[in-house]
DNA sequence: TAGCTTGTTAGCATTTACGCTTACATTATA
DNA sequence: TATAATGTAAGCGTAAATGCTAACAAGCTA
């Protein structure tokens, strides 16, 4: 499913795990009035620390898992911490970022510099 | 100057046209004492808005302003408002950063793709 | 029918951040 | 010397976000 939200997200593996929302709320130990929150998107997504407990909790593969960080960024205004930290800590990364805007970059273009980035190592 | 903080940024510069902090301060329509525990990295850089404001009082070129931006975002653990969106509306792109950190791609292989981004278009 | 389980509603406590006001010591200027 | 102007210290008010507890209705099950 296309355009989902963080909340969504989460109650459909949840529920494709045959969870119930309170015992999956104790697994990542936080309580469950929040949980149920969560998934009707009445509040934002929680930190770091819990998104990590629901991987985990939920078994997700790193596709899914990076899906899940992109939804509870979005879900704020933000970018997923992994993002962050790697954007934050490389001035020719944001640069390039810059670069890329300014010349109004498309996907198509985004993908050629994907599959060059596999040759280039 | 290389590694400054935020504040310093904003100090050197406001002094550099001859601006006293007050009357910075009073331009871009913040409290003096605000601006002060700024500069001094008392406080975080404050919000966009002021930032804006902070880089028309100051007649900041594009590349300055980016410094600007990028330092005052990094004093908070976060990365600059132009470079959010940018990542947020584009999906492609968090591939492709994923991928790099992935590869670990160095300042080499960044430069490089900035060259060529060039070219692309 | 009595009693669990499930999801949900309402509201609270705490923390953190933003930006302000007021008052002060120091330096420069009339 | 008296007055300005400059930068700073201390502390307040407000708002937003995080996560909680307590209590409820609806559905299952014994």
């Known amino acids: 499913m296309v355009n989902m939200t963080f ?3 989460v109650k459909e593996k949840r529920r494709k795990k045959g969870i119930t929302l309170r015992s999956f709320a104790d697994m ?3 309580a469950p009035a929040y949980m149920s ?3 009707k998107s009445k509040r934002n997504a929680p930190t770091q620390e ?3 407990r629901m991987v985990k909790a939920l078994e997700l593969s ?3 898992a990076n899906e899940l960080f992109d939804l509870a960024a ?3 205004d933000a970018i997923a911490q992994d993002l962050k930290e790697y954007v934050s800590y490389n001035q020719k990364v944001r640069v390039a970022l810059r670069k ?3 010349l109004n970059l498309g996907d198509d273009e985004w993908i050629k510099i994907i ?3 596999a040759n280039k190592k």
Request: no cysteine.
């Open 7 to 9: 909340g969504e997200f």
């Open 100 to 102: 890329a805007k300014d």
């Open 37 to 39: 929150d969560i998934e």
């Open 28 to 30: 990542i130990n936080i």
């Open 62 to 64: 790193n596709e899914e």
């Open 50 to 52: 819990i998104l990590e």
């Open 115 to 117: 599959e060059e980035m």
């Open 74 to 76: 979005s879900s704020k």
